[in-house]
């Protein structure tokens, strides 16, 4: 797996974009970006993937630089139900895949 | 929509006992896994398995093994319950060989007294 970098926390105001950085400079050509969010004593849920071109849907926009080393997992107007932790993965083309200890997102009233 | 489930929200259970925690998925998804999530250290794997009766280790295998007898059901057995072993423990599934979305269900957290 890529090794994936995350600030440990973060904070936005409600309303406004929450912009979630992640660093996977190792990762090879084939492997795919995943994230998901964990809300508190919740299981984590899927929230978007992407190889090389940016992806959007309901829930959230990810943008991966042009050299895939990095992506930015965008909230377009976050509110309070966004307070959640965020993992950035790159698993393998295998079956494993590992989590970090991802970005601890605070949306502030 | 996928359905993991886990048998227990809450479970205590004394040292030394012998202790299984059970994961149900209902899409037949052929990838499970056992996570343990404890705070600043995030979610690590510790089994997974890609197919009936077969399983991986994964980052943290020691104190637990796991069964998979049937493709819906994949169980983590803790063979001797230690104190260390306090903690949230989330199951996920997902489809296929390759990578794909995992769902997780919503946990077990286990205190061992």
């Known amino acids: 797996d890529a090794k994936t970098t995350q600030p440990p926390s973060m904070d936005c105001a409600e309303g406004r974009a929450a912009n979630l950085p992640c660093n996977h400079s190792t990762i090879s050509g084939n492997e795919y970006v995943y994230w998901y969010r964990q809300i508190h004593s919740q299981g984590p849920q899927y929230i978007i993937h992407g190889l090389k071109n940016n992806e959007t849907n309901e829930m959230a926009s990810l943008i991966i630089t042009e050299d895939r080393k990095s992506s930015t997992l965008i909230l377009p107007h976050a509110t309070l139900r966004d307070t959640a932790v965020y993992y950035c993965i790159a698993p393998n083309t295998g079956n494993q895949f590992y989590f970090g200890t991802g970005t601890s997102l605070t949306v502030i009233p | 929509d996928v359905k993991v489930t886990q048998s227990s929200r809450y479970l205590v259970k004394r040292t030394g006992e012998k202790v299984f925690l059970e994961c149900v998925q209902d899409m037949d998804h052929e990838n499970m896994f056992w996570y343990r999530q404890d705070p600043g250290l995030g979610l690590r794997l510790i089994y997974f398995s890609y197919d009936v009766k077969m399983k991986e280790k994964g980052d943290i295998p020691e104190g637990y093994s796991v069964s998979r007898e049937k493709k819906e059901r994949f169980s983590l057995i803790l063979e001797s319950a230690s104190t260390n072993q306090t903690s949230m423990y989330l199951c996920?599934?997902?489809?296929?060989?390759?990578?794909?979305?995992?769902?997780f269900g919503q946990g077990t957290r286990l205190t061992v007294v």
């Open positions: 996920a599934s997902s489809l296929g060989v390759r990578y794909t979305e995992a769902f």
